[in-house]
């Protein structure tokens, strides 16, 4: 059981927007500490998708963006393409448990 | 453009020690980057294990921090594992992947990662 809780999975249809919440509490992310989000595709290794609560790496596509509100944070997908099928994660490093967290991943399906 | 590639024995015995390099290509091991560890369980998700700096500071994951070691060869532009005293819960694909700074002081994130390598413990 992570201290971050993620929805075991979410699902759209093709360019449709999908919501991907991360909650944490007041050791993490409520703590201000930095929220990471990685994407996973079937069969390959994570790739991130933000840092930094908002940022997003070279290459990556603004369909993709992040927030955060308090103790939670958040993955927005926009334009909902096939190609997104797959595992998503968020991770912020815990004050209380001295060390970086995952959540425990979200299965996106496009359907 | 940088490039980590796991490397070890895809299955060991109970009790005995899990030894994985990370070769990297494109970076000298120099620069203000942590070399992380993070494993994953068959069908679960990821657990961070902890990362060594070019000093050698290292962090770890307090749950794994009895039976992990962490080296970092920059003549040999390479970083490893070691866990001691495996058993079946230790059984993951293995990832290695770097931590690149964003903004300062004390702001990373996982930039480059590993295609992974599967260790099975089982007698």
């Known amino acids: 059981q992570s201290v971050l809780t993620q929805p075991p999975s979410v699902s759209g249809a093709p360019g449709q927007s999908v919501t991907i919440s991360c909650t944490g509490g007041t050791s993490n992310i409520g703590a201000g500490n930095d929220v990471h989000w990685y994407q996973q595709l079937p069969g390959t290794a994570p790739k991130p998708l933000i840092y930094g609560y908002i940022n997003r790496p070279s290459g990556v596509p603004d369909r993709f963006s992040g927030s955060k509100s308090g103790t939670s944070a958040s993955l927005a997908i926009t334009g909902l393409q096939a190609e997104d099928e797959g595992d998503y994660y968020c991770q912020s490093f815990d004050s209380s448990l001295s060390g970086w967290v995952f959540g425990g991943g979200t299965k996106l399906t496009v359907l | 453009q940088v490039q980590l590639q796991e490397s070890g024995p895809g299955l060991v015995k109970p009790s005995g020690t899990l030894s994985l390099t990370c070769a990297v290509s494109g970076d000298s091991l120099s620069g203000d980057n942590w070399w992380s560890w993070v494993r994953q369980p068959p069908g679960e998700g990821l657990q961070w294990i902890g990362e060594?700096?070019?000093?050698?500071?290292?962090n770890c994951n307090p749950s794994l921090k009895s039976r992990v070691t962490f080296s970092l060869d920059k003549s040999k532009k390479q970083f490893s594992l070691n866990l001691i005293s495996v058993t079946a819960a230790d059984t993951a694909v293995y990832y290695c992947?770097?931590?690149?700074?964003?903004?300062?002081?004390?702001?990373?994130?996982?930039?480059?990662w590993g295609k992974g390598t599967s260790v099975t413990v089982s007698s």
């Open positions: 060594i700096y070019r000093s050698g500071s290292t």
């Open positions: 992947a770097r931590w690149t700074s964003y903004k300062s002081p004390n702001h990373y994130y996982m930039d480059v």
